[in-house]
């Protein structure tokens, strides 16, 4: 009955839309809307750039901690980081205040694409809609926080491995890492767990507008190992530590991403028997 209520709500609403055409919000007033919407957005990202440049050295020093405490670790001494062009580390902060900034602003830009998109949803495509909404910015940094915490020392320990003292009368083989280097390949693997774990808000929306179903996702499990440990092999470095790190938690979502969307149709279901139930009636 729920369910029938809310079709009759939504009948109504409609209807109610079309009878007053001419109160509707013309053309040039929504792209005058998205214009100010995308500007506020812009002001925002550009506020924190600034902010998150004044903090930039300490926002970098996070991001190379993990390789301070695995040279701390291995006794590695007295190490540095590098840069070997003038411009360099500047533009490196440049870097690290841009990807910051993004990541901060995004629950703001996501708000105002809510707010421009919102009005023209019903109450049950808003309750929908809201919670993958919600999801993206979550997921994403615990895609994040697994490639920082677990990844990133497995990972430095491979590399540093092939450090060697030299043999009699030879040179010893010792890390210098750039700074800019470090940065593009931190960011790299950052963004490629965070895109990754986007996995089950994806697959759900396809699988509510009927694009995707539980039974083809199964059907198709073989190809997604493939896929998953062919895009972690183009993603990351090449060693097997952060490959196999990017495709197990992968395919793992794609599992949980199954259940998903059989809950999806499980509720979908039990809306249509509602409403032919309804109907007979």
Not at 19 to 37: C, N, Q
Not at 65 to 86: H, K, M, S
Request: hydrophobic share 55%.
């Amino acid at each position: 009955m729920a369910v029938a209520e809310e079709n009759q709500t939504d009948e109504a609403e409609q209807a109610a839309e079309e009878k007053s055409g001419e109160d509707k919000m013309p053309l040039l007033a929504h792209l005058v809307e998205l214009r100010t919407r995308l500007i506020k957005a812009f002001v925002a990202i550009i506020l924190l750039f600034f902010v998150c440049y004044y903090f930039a050295e300490d926002i970098y020093g996070f991001l190379v901690q993990p390789l301070a405490d695995v040279l701390v670790e291995t006794g590695g001494g007295n190490r540095r980081l590098i840069f070997t062009a003038l411009h360099e580390a500047f533009f490196t902060y440049i870097k690290v205040s841009f990807f910051a900034a993004m990541f901060l602003a995004f629950p703001f830009v996501a708000g105002q694409i809510w707010m421009f998109i919102a009005p023209g949803l019903y109450k049950h495509e808003k309750a929908a809609f809201l919670p993958f909404l919600a999801a993206t910015p979550v997921l994403f940094f615990m895609g994040g926080a697994l490639v920082y915490y677990l990844i990133f020392p497995l990972a430095w320990k491979f590399f540093l491995s092939f450090e060697s003292a030299g043999a009699a009368g030879g040179l010893p083989i010792q890390l210098e890492a750039k700074v800019n280097e470090y940065l593009s390949l931190v960011m790299r693997l950052i963004f490629a767990f965070g895109l990754c774990f986007q996995l089950p808000v994806l697959l759900t929306l396809l699988a509510r507008v009927g694009m995707a179903t539980s039974e083809g996702l199964r059907e198709k499990r073989k190809y997604a190992v493939v896929i998953a440990f062919v895009a972690a092999a183009l993603l990351t470095p090449p060693d097997v530590i952060s490959q196999i790190g990017l495709a197990v938690p992968t395919l793992l979502l794609y599992e949980i991403s199954i259940f998903a969307v059989k809950i999806v149709e499980k509720k979908r279901d039990e809306r249509d028997a509602t409403a032919a139930a309804d109907d007979t009636v």
